[in-house]
């Protein structure tokens, strides 16, 4: 397995092109594996996401079970005159597993996840169930939390002193939202785009919501932990959601 990090030339027009479709920029992800044949269907689980940390900060990562090769990526939306130099190609792809060796039950990290928190009712009875996007933050902390014992980890909750409301909860009823975890949801986006290769676009629309969580989580069981970090966690995996990335949570001095 690789993780791979590249940094979107946001300023280029194909940046915008690929920025503005999930399907777009899905299909260059998968392009970048010469294995991999665009006519034929493929098992292998490539999951990516985009970082949005400032309007001209875009990352794009990617966990593979190859390394990719992000020359057409360069090509369209990175700096190519930079690229020419060896030892700086236009993106960084690094070996996953020795990283995902080290983890080890009761660790904590920081983590990021982009998801598309979704659930399914039913409007009236007898009908069937729909698949329903969550559409307030705490429904979608809830969709996690709902899911985390199964995904090998829990979120990390914060100190009582550190809580602004009474027990840590958004209302009396609610036993797990509000700010009782080290959990924040942020950077909610509906997405709307015609499902390529149909005839009738305006019959085919796929509408995806999409937020972006961050926080800490301890690790509870690290073999399927290591599963949710390579198979990626919730729906919508080929427009960008389901990656979850770690990254160590910074020492404080004695």
């Not at 960084?92 to 995902?100: I, K, T």
């Not at 509906?190 to 149909?198: D, N, P, T, V, Y």
Request: proline share 9%.
């Amino acid at each position: 397995m690789y993780l791979t990090r590249f940094r979107v030339n946001t300023s280029r027009p194909g940046a915008r092109r690929l920025l503005s479709s999930p399907q777009s920029l899905h299909a260059a992800v998968m392009a970048s594996f010469p294995g991999l044949l665009p006519t034929e269907p493929t098992t292998q689980r490539v999951l990516w996401r985009l970082d949005h940390n400032a309007r001209a900060e875009v990352f794009l990562y990617v966990v593979s079970p190859d390394r990719p090769d992000l020359t057409h990526l360069v090509e369209q939306a990175g700096w190519p005159a930079a690229s020419l130099d060896p030892a700086t190609p236009g993106w960084q792809s690094r070996p996953y597993a020795p990283f995902l060796q080290r983890l080890t039950p009761g660790r904590t990290w920081a983590f990021r996840l982009t998801a598309n928190p979704v659930h399914h009712i039913r409007r009236k009875d007898g009908e069937p169930t729909k698949r329903t996007a969550h559409r307030t933050p705490v429904h979608q902390m809830g969709w996690l939390l709902e899911r985390q014992e199964n995904a090998g980890f829990r979120i990390v909750e914060k100190p009582e002193g550190k809580r602004l409301l009474p027990g840590g909860t958004t209302y009396q009823k609610d036993e797990h939202h509000g700010d009782r975890y080290q959990l924040t949801v942020r950077d909610p986006r509906s997405l709307s785009f015609a499902k390529s290769g149909e005839a009738d676009r305006k019959r085919h629309q796929v509408k995806v919501v999409t937020v972006t969580f961050d926080g800490h989580l301890e690790v509870t069981d690290p073999e399927v932990m290591r599963r949710t970090l390579i198979q990626g966690l919730g729906k919508a995996k080929a427009y960008g959601c389901g990656l979850m990335t770690l990254a160590p949570l910074p020492t404080t001095g004695g």
